[in-house]
């Protein structure tokens, strides 16, 4: 079984770093697309930044450059640097996987619980 959790989230005050962290299990190969989409309210799910099953990283449009996408290779571990957060990246985080190429929204089977973040100014 598929299990994501995340965690990491908070408050962050505009600027300041911020680490979030996916531990992964049930994950049997590296043929997973992974990363992280989040949601704020009343909008739909956007893609944030994550990894194609070749390895590429996919960033969303507006995070590049301030936050990057890692993980530790053996044990699946996730993560993402928020770098330089601004008030509109306030949004729950979640952490995703999935069995295709990319993991674009119709392309996830795996998502964790979620980790609130919030950047006040």
């Known amino acids: 079984q598929v299990r994501l959790l995340e965690s990491g989230g908070g408050e962050v005050q505009a600027g300041r770093s911020l680490r979030l962290t996916c531990s992964t299990s049930?994950?049997?190969?590296?043929?997973?697309?992974m990363g992280w989409f989040r949601q704020i309210p009343g909008q739909e799910r956007e893609e944030v930044a994550t990894?194609?099953?070749?390895?590429?990283?996919r960033y969303g449009d507006s995070v590049k450059g301030r936050f990057t996408l890692s993980r530790e290779g053996t044990k699946m571990t996730l993560y993402l640097d928020l770098d330089n957060p601004r008030t509109e990246d306030t949004a729950m985080y979640y952490c995703?996987?999935?069995?295709?190429?990319?993991?674009?929204?119709?392309?996830?089977?795996?998502w964790g619980q979620g980790t609130q973040v919030t950047v006040s100014s």
């Open positions: 990894f194609e099953n070749t390895g590429r990283r």
């Open positions: 049930g994950l049997t190969d590296r043929l997973y697309c």
């Open positions: 995703v996987a999935g069995r295709s190429r990319t993991c674009s929204a119709g392309n996830v089977d795996y």
